[in-house]
């Protein structure tokens, strides 16, 4: 039976229905046969009451329940927080190693994010570690937030420094970016998934846009390409998998200590092709409208990967070009989505405005595919500022 038909069955929300379902793996008392199915042992209504009581059982009578994950690694830094979960620098107990701690409600979206990094080995992808699932009450790292604030103080000056997010939280505006809601199941103490991957210590790709437009640090256009030639490679390879990114934008690109960018927050990845071969029916509205592909902003339901074309052709503009305020970013931005540039960009980097105006593309056919771009790149773009930088000398 699907969950669906369970609820109507049950006079239950399909929702709750799908938490107390995943909550009861494991109990023998369901079994997930495929994406959707679910094999019940006894009537939807007897499996869904044995679900009530198991859950009440975590919360009463395990007072260890859910301790797993805090006795084996310390809470160095919250790094973002929202309606789907949670994420932190941790420190492991026994390896002393630095990690990003996820925790999200165990669902269906969850599963199919860690499938997704489980089956990602590249550079320029965020590296997993691990996952487990586990009865857990978000609110309770709440009461430990000064304790590990006094944690984080009193370590060494390089651990306590670094600032680094794992990109999985997009903390914009509620304007700026869609809500990632997962259902409240991890605050109240319900099963919830934690997902340990690699920690990226020098921060996000939004810092280094920030530190280019704002700092002092000179930023060159061979920084610019090198920094794009590797989110490429990264979107090359989640394409060759058979995956859609969905949510590609600064936030979620990310440095480690030796400059290394990595892609991460899979979580509104999807596959491109069903089992049979068709395009996957999308769920609507998933996305930050800034960097939404405009099938994904219209609400088309059959798009496939050249929906992550269209905001890497935002983020390459936004490397090559300084934005100095919000209002110029407010002007910029609509007519950059319309593939109309500042002359004086169209001027200076007229082999990438050629480029970039093609990633931008009302009509998805019509943009390169991320193997095309990297090739551009390597081949036409470095060659280019290698010969000028000999040039100079």
């Not at 006079?11 to 959707?36: A, C, F, H, I, P």
């Not at 060494?156 to 259902?183: F, H, N, T, V």
């Not at 200076?348 to 019509?366: F, G, H, V």
Request: hydrophobic residues 30%; glycine residues 8%.
């Amino acid at each position: 039976m699907t969950a669906g038909q369970i609820a109507k069955n049950t006079n239950q929300e399909r929702k709750s229905v799908k938490k107390m379902l995943y909550n009861l793996l494991g109990t023998g008392k369901v079994e997930k046969l495929d994406e959707k199915v679910w094999k019940l042992a006894g009537s939807g209504k007897e499996v869904l009451e044995s679900g009530n009581r198991v859950f009440a059982e975590n919360l009463t009578d395990k007072p260890e329940s859910g301790l797993s994950f805090l006795r084996h690694f310390d809470l160095v830094k919250e790094l973002g927080e929202g309606g789907y979960g949670w994420v932190s620098q941790v420190k492991h107990k026994l390896d002393g190693k630095f990690y990003a701690m996820k925790i999200v409600d165990y669902d269906q979206e969850a599963e199919c994010e860690v499938k997704a990094l489980a089956d990602c080995n590249h550079p320029n992808i965020v590296r997993y570690s691990t996952a487990w699932t586990e009865v857990f009450d978000l609110n309770t790292l709440g009461n430990r937030s000064t304790s590990e604030q006094s944690y984080s103080q009193t370590n060494s000056e390089e651990e306590s420094s670094a600032s680094a997010s794992i990109g999985d939280l997009s903390l914009e505006s509620e304007s700026e970016s869609e809500p990632k809601s997962r259902g409240t199941n991890s605050r109240e103490g319900g099963s919830c998934l934690f997902i340990q991957m690699e920690f990226c210590e020098k921060g996000t790709l939004s810092n280094w846009l920030i530190d280019r437009n704002f700092g002092k640090s000179q930023k060159t256009r061979e920084d610019a390409l090198q920094v794009f030639q590797q989110v490429i490679c990264g979107v090359e390879y989640i394409h060759s998998k058979g995956l859609i990114h969905r949510d590609l934008k600064p936030d979620n690109i990310l440095f480690t200590n030796d400059n290394c960018v990595k892609i991460g927050d899979f979580g509104l990845v999807t596959s491109v092709t069903n089992r049979n071969g068709g395009l996957m029916k999308r769920t609507k509205g998933k996305g930050t409208p800034s960097y939404m592909s405009p099938e994904q902003d219209q609400n088309q339901r059959d798009y496939d990967e050249k929906a992550d074309i269209f905001p890497l052709g935002l983020i390459c503009f936004e490397l090559l070009w300084k934005i100095s305020t919000g209002y110029e970013r407010g002007k910029i931005w609509p007519d950059l989505r319309n593939q109309v540039f500042p002359t004086e960009f169209s001027k200076a980097y007229s082999s990438e405005n050629k480029l970039i105006s093609k990633m931008l593309s009302k009509t998805p056919q019509k943009r390169p595919a991320a193997a095309e771009i990297a090739r551009y790149i390597k081949t036409f773009l470095l060659s280019e500022t290698s010969v000028c930088n000999q040039k100079t000398v």
